[in-house]
């Protein structure tokens, strides 16, 4: 008999249950109703959806970026889940953009898939794709997988959920991270039991293409309780919606993106596990999705198309085992990504001395290598220890290219940024519902960069040493309320810009330092919740990208700016109803430029709205043999402005988008519905595009029209 067959068997006649969380790790709860949907494969669980346990209050929800376990209603820091039955009203390979409808606190740039930046907590730098680290780290499982490249938009098919830290995170995460954390946690092989799905969709847009999306997985038991192998593949093509004067032509802007992530998982002592896993994702976009000129709002003036590739692969090997009592975490990641973009440089031909249409070509090859080993244990005195090494190389090449003549090397960088780092956190109950947590990263951050401007190369070699502190103090005085005081920091490195004059190619670090109060409320019978947060920052040479007279793109630092607001949800839950209500308001200023730099008139931080709010509803039947769920979203994003640079202090107006969905699970089938910018809303949500023609004509990036989608899904057996 198994140790699960054993500890089902002990629980079988008590309400209670038993959920394995990992291959060493058990959950003991109250029995969910029978109707509750499985909590594993493509599908995921919806947290929101869970109703109230024997003691009326909601499932433990557990959160693991922090480096251990930690259940999200004590964790003193802002953190949000979405799991993969949250995703499902997004289709059947949701990416990003996904994510940040269901968060207030995160926006995309909306440039276009494989070309977006992702924000968090109000800290936006620039809307451009520069040579500045992400304000947002992206990890996948254990490893990180970005430093400086745009967000890769990977599709999140069998994922278990997706954490969200908001604000900044240095401590546990190294260099970056200034806005926060978005890690995607894929399902893990399981060794006891067959498990399959496979789903497929279709869609339209209105006056715009069709598309069909299909994803399956396998998970697949290859010895008892100790070898198992997890299978996942997808396929799409999205459609399009712009119509350009480029061969593309109607609805150009359509994308194509094939992936393929395997896992093997194997129990190789008591106690100790290995996993070792593999992801690879083609993304190709035929055209961009900006529109300009007049006329139609889908429609682009330019006769050279617009293409984009954003192709990522990555390994993993992460093993668990217990030393001790301690748990031990070693993980290894190894990531390789490709960036190519293309864009129509015509209207700056003549900067270029060249006359006609000109293309601009801009290949990008990042390498990200991850390792990192750390301890972890204690129950009222809970401890972590580890250390970590990080190794980030770009390589930029960017020419011009005449419809004759030979192209012209206009960009070539070379840029290898590492960072060795010991970290540590301790967190010590006082007793009476208090608990104090506090840590601190101690590192060593290098840049070596070499740029070649034609001429003789110029090359910058930085060494920085510093600590990065956290501290936190939380109160529960009982199981219905929690309250916290948070301070953490974060850093990003200097380096070089691979564009503009020689003389301004340098950049310095910049630093970020936050504070922020939270609490989290539930009543007595389970059914209401209320999660609110102030926060404040204080941001120092604030890294950006701006616009060049040519339509490359430099940066620099901007000034030192401050961010403060608040964010609160409030919930409630029956069997069958939920609705969601939340708000995050904002204010993000540069407060004092650069010494030479001017103040914009309106000084707000690029990109980031000054709120952004949602409500959502969701009721679920039972009808006929199946159960029916209904449900949609209503969100709201307020004004925000493109660019620290006064050129381009550009407004971009509030807009709004309602969402609908519908879906009916009868045994392993389910139907599902959806219909996407239901108003048929034409917004403007983002005012950039191309940067060699931004200064001499708006741009648009307007709303995806109206969509219609359904499909269909199976689970195995």
């Known amino acids: 008999m198994t140790l699960e067959q054993a500890l089902r068997r002990l629980l079988r006649d008590t309400n209670l249950a038993a959920e394995q969380t990992g291959p060493l790790a058990w959950r003991i709860s109250a029995r969910r109703p029978e109707r509750q949907r499985d909590t594993t494969g493509v599908s995921g669980g919806k947290a929101s959806q869970a109703p109230p346990v024997a003691d009326g209050l909601p499932a433990e929800i557990i959160v693991t970026a922090t480096k251990r376990a930690d259940n999200y209603q004590t964790a003193a820091l802002s953190a949000q889940i979405v799991t993969g039955l949250d995703l499902l009203p997004s289709g059947a390979a949701p990416g990003t953009s996904a994510v940040a409808a269901l968060s207030d606190a995160m926006i995309t740039s909306n440039i276009g898939p494989g070309r977006n930046r992702s924000f968090l907590r109000g800290v936006g730098d620039s809307p451009f794709n520069g040579s500045t680290q992400a304000t947002v780290a992206v990890e996948l499982g254990e490893g990180r997988i970005t430093f400086n490249a745009p967000d890769p938009d990977l599709r999140l098919v069998d994922v278990e959920r997706i954490e969200l830290l908001k604000g900044p995170q240095g401590p546990l995460h190294g260099t970056g991270a200034l806005g926060g954390v978005y890690r995607i946690v894929p399902a893990s092989p399981r060794t006891d039991v067959f498990q399959g799905e496979a789903a497929l969709a279709f869609e339209g847009l209105s006056g715009g293409g069709t598309g069909v999306t299909g994803s399956a997985m396998a998970n697949l038991p290859l010895k008892q309780d100790r070898l198992a192998l997890r299978v996942v593949g997808y396929a799409s093509r999205e459609p399009g919606w712009i119509d350009t004067d480029a061969p593309s032509g109607r609805n150009s802007n359509a994308s194509r993106t094939r992936g393929a992530r395997l896992a093997l998982h194997w129990s190789f002592a008591p106690d100790w596990s290995a996993e070792l896993s593999g992801l690879v994702q083609l993304l190709h976009v035929a055209d961009s999705q900006y529109a300009n000129g007049s006329g139609s709002v889908y429609h682009r003036v330019g006769a050279i198309a617009e293409p984009h590739d954003n192709d990522i692969h990555n390994g993993q090997l992460t093993i668990r085992g217990d030393i001790a009592g301690a748990k031990l975490v070693s993980v290894t990641s190894w990531t390789v990504h490709e960036v190519d973009s293309t864009l129509d440089a015509s209207e700056a031909a003549p900067l270029f001395g060249v006359s006609g249409p000109l293309r601009f070509e801009d290949d990008r090859t990042y390498h990200v290598f991850n390792q990192e080993v750390r301890l972890s244990g204690g129950d009222r005195l809970r401890w972590l220890a580890g250390v970590s090494y990080l190794s980030a190389t770009t390589r930029l090449l960017a020419e011009v290219q005449p419809v004759t003549g030979s192209p012209s090397v206009v960009g070539d960088?070379?840029?290898?940024?590492?960072?060795?780092?010991?970290?540590?956190?301790?967190?010590?109950?006082?007793?009476?519902?208090?608990?104090?947590?506090?840590?601190?990263?101690?590192?060593?951050?290098?840049?070596?960069?070499?740029?070649?401007?034609?001429?003789?190369?110029?090359?910058?070699?930085?060494?920085?040493?510093?600590?990065?502190?956290?501290?936190?103090?939380?109160?529960?005085?009982?199981?219905?309320?929690?309250?916290?005081?948070?301070?953490?920091?974060?850093?990003?490195?200097?380096?070089?810009?691979?564009?503009?004059?020689?003389?301004?190619?340098?950049?310095?670090?910049?630093?970020?330092?936050?504070?922020?109060?939270?609490?989290?409320?539930?009543?007595?019978?389970?059914?209401?919740?209320?999660?609110?947060?102030?926060?404040?920052?204080?941001?120092?040479?604030?890294?950006?990208?701006?616009?060049?007279?040519?339509?490359?793109?430099?940066t620099r630092n901007s000034g030192t700016g401050r961010i403060y607001g608040i964010e609160a949800q409030a919930g409630w839950n029956s069997r069958h109803w939920h609705l969601e209500a939340g708000v995050d308001v904002q204010h993000a200023r540069l407060e004092s430029p650069e010494p030479g730099l001017a103040m914009p008139t309106d000084n707000s931080l690029p990109v980031v709205p000054k709120a952004k709010a949602h409500f959502t509803w969701h009721r679920t039947l039972i009808l006929g043999p199946g159960q029916l769920s209904l449900g949609g979203r209503l969100n709201w994003i307020g004004a925000s402005r493109l660019s620290l640079d006064p050129a381009l202090n550009r407004k971009i107006a509030p807009h709004s988008r309602l969402d609908l969905d519908a879906s009916y699970e009868l045994g392993a089938w389910t139907l599902d519905a959806a219909v996407s910018n239901a108003l048929g809303s034409h917004a403007d949500t983002f005012g950039y595009g191309n940067p060699f023609s931004l200064a001499l004509a708006p741009q648009r990036t307007p709303m995806r029209p109206r969509g219609i989608r359904i499909g269909i899904r199976k689970k195995f057996p």
Do not use: C
């Not at 070379?414 to 840590?439: P, Y």
């Not at 005081?485 to 503009?500: E, I, K, N, Q, V």
């Open 413 to 554: 960088l070379n840029e290898t940024n590492a960072e060795l780092a010991a970290f540590a956190d301790l967190s010590m109950s006082l007793g009476h519902g208090w608990r104090v947590d506090a840590g601190a990263r101690l590192f060593r951050a290098s840049s070596d960069d070499e740029r070649r401007d034609g001429g003789a190369p110029r090359a910058r070699n930085i060494r920085h040493t510093g600590t990065i502190p956290n501290f936190a103090l939380s109160w529960q005085p009982n199981a219905r309320q929690f309250y916290f005081l948070h301070y953490a920091s974060a850093f990003r490195p200097a380096g070089l810009t691979p564009f503009g004059p020689t003389a301004q190619a340098e950049f310095e670090s910049d630093e970020l330092k936050s504070f922020e109060a939270g609490t989290r409320l539930r009543s007595a019978d389970g059914h209401m919740s209320l999660n609110a947060t102030a926060y404040f920052a204080n941001w120092n040479h604030i890294q950006s990208d701006y616009l060049l007279p040519n339509g490359l793109i430099g």
